[in-house]
Nanobody, 129 residues
Framework: EVQLVESGGGSVQSGGSLRLSCAAS????????MGWFRQAPGAEREGLAA???????MYSTSAKGRFTISRDNAKNELYLQMNSLRPEDTAMYYC???????????????????????RGQGTQVTVSS
C-alpha cells in the first residue's frame, strides 16, 4: 500500500506561482511512474504531467511551458511547479503513482487512470483574476 499526501495548494492571483508537493509513504524509486492530475467541479479529470523512474517527463498541452514536474527519490517526494497561473487552473490537484510493471510503462494516462495505481486526497488551487 502506498500513501500519497499532497501539500502546497492555496489561493493566488492570476500570473502567480505555486509549488505543489507530494510525499509518498514508501520508496518511490526504481519502478514507479508518478504524475499529477486535476479536477474542477463538474469537470472531467485532466492529466497534467508524468515523470518516469529515469526522470523522463511528459506534459499535457495545458501544462507544457507553465508547469514543471520533478521528483526527489531520496526524499520520496514529487513536485509540480506551476507558473503563470490562470483562473482556469482553479481545481483540486492530485498526485498519482503506479508501478511501471503494472501499467506496462509510464504515461500521463497510465499513471492517472490505472485502477491499480494510487492517488492522494488532493490539494486545492484557486486562481483569482
Amino acid at each position: 500500500e502506498v500513501q500519497l499526501v499532497e501539500s502546497g495548494g492555496g489561493s493566488v492571483q492570476s500570473g502567480g506561482s505555486l509549488r505543489l508537493s507530494c510525499a509518498a509513504s514508501r520508496d518511490s524509486d526504481g519502478t514507479w511512474c508518478m504524475g499529477w492530475f486535476r479536477q474542477a467541479p463538474g469537470a472531467e479529470r485532466e492529466g497534467l504531467a508524468a515523470i518516469d523512474s529515469d526522470g523522463t517527463t511528459m506534459y499535457s498541452t495545458s501544462a507544457k511551458g507553465r508547469f514543471t514536474i520533478s521528483r526527489d527519490n531520496a526524499k520520496n517526494e514529487l513536485y509540480l511547479q506551476m507558473n503563470s497561473l490562470r483562473p482556469e487552473d482553479t481545481a483540486m490537484y492530485y498526485c498519482a503513482a503506479v508501478r511501471k510493471e503494472v501499467a506496462v510503462g509510464c504515461s500521463i494516462v497510465k499513471v492517472t487512470t490505472n485502477p491499480f495505481g494510487y492517488r492522494g486526497q488532493g490539494t486545492q488551487v484557486t486562481v483569482s483574476s
